[in-house]
């Protein structure tokens, strides 16, 4: 099983200020025959279901404001948040769609500072 | 509007059994993989299965060891889930949810449509 982790478990970033989540896999999720990774990027908030921002580990998904960008390749990932906004607290997952078993991280918590 | 809407959760007693229901709407159901995600109270997200658009391929999570079934009926728009002898460690809300892109027969995807979830207690 592919076993995702995820660093730091919980931060607080002032208002309009950078936030970067990191999430490493136990083996690499990068599909050398279409160079894709297969890794995507969830925010949860309180009784929501997770949302889908970031697939492919980094393309967007449609309607997610640019300020969240995902980036890495292999077995090492982040997201970053850019410029925080107050709507943007909640839970942020990785996960990986590699292989199964589905594997996703144990969540960040993104506090206002 | 794609929408997905689950169903059938409720409270039950360890050993029984419950069978949830995903009823999609606003896309073409028939030409995706589905899939069933849970989250146990204050816990992370946890992958349960996954079900071709023509169920001709299945996958599990390894810690459900045969109790679960998923299957799908294209004709009806709706995605299930029969759960087995049910354990409390099975508590926990229930998503249904949706592959990124359709025709996806040999592939994982993300998940880019999620259901509200629906509630499975396991209690005496």
């Known amino acids: 099983d592919i076993v995702m982790t995820q660093s730091p478990h919980s931060l607080a970033v002032s208002l309009g200020e950078r936030a970067t989540i990191n999430c490493k896999s136990s083996?690499?999720?990068?599909?050398?025959?279409?160079?894709?990774?297969?890794l995507a990027w969830y925010q949860q908030k309180p009784g929501q279901p997770p949302k889908l921002l970031i697939y492919?580990?980094?393309t967007r998904e449609s309607g997610v404001p640019d300020r969240f960008s995902g980036s890495g390749s292999g077995t090492d990932f982040t997201l970053t948040i850019s410029s925080l906004q107050a709507e943007d607290v909640a839970l942020y997952y990785c996960?990986?769609?590699?292989?199964?078993?589905?594997?996703f991280g144990p969540g960040t918590k993104v506090d206002i500072k | 509007e794609v929408q997905l809407v689950e169903s059938g959760g409720g409270l039950v007693r360890p050993g029984g059994s419950l069978r949830l229901s995903c009823a999609a709407s606003?896309?073409?159901?028939?030409?995706?993989?589905m899939n069933w995600v849970r989250q146990a109270p204050g816990k992370g997200l946890e992958w349960v299965s996954s079900?071709?658009?023509?169920?001709?391929?299945?996958y599990y999570a390894d810690s459900l060891k045969g109790r679960f079934t998923i299957s799908r009926d294209n004709a009806k728009n709706s995605l299930y889930l029969q759960m087995n002898s049910l354990r409390a460690e099975d508590t926990g809300v229930y998503y249904c949810?949706?592959?990124?892109?359709?025709?996806?027969?040999?592939?994982?995807?993300?998940?880019?449509?999620w259901g509200q979830g629906t509630t499975v207690t396991v209690s005496s």
């Open positions: 492919w580990a980094s």
């Open positions: 083996q690499s999720v990068l599909y050398s025959s279409n160079n894709k990774n297969y």
């Open positions: 949810a949706r592959d990124h892109a359709p025709y996806n027969y040999n592939d994982f995807d993300a998940f880019d449509i």
């Open positions: 079900i071709s658009s023509n169920s001709n391929h299945i």
């Open positions: 606003g896309f073409t159901f028939s030409t995706y993989t």
């Open positions: 996960h990986q769609y590699y292989s199964s078993p589905l594997t």
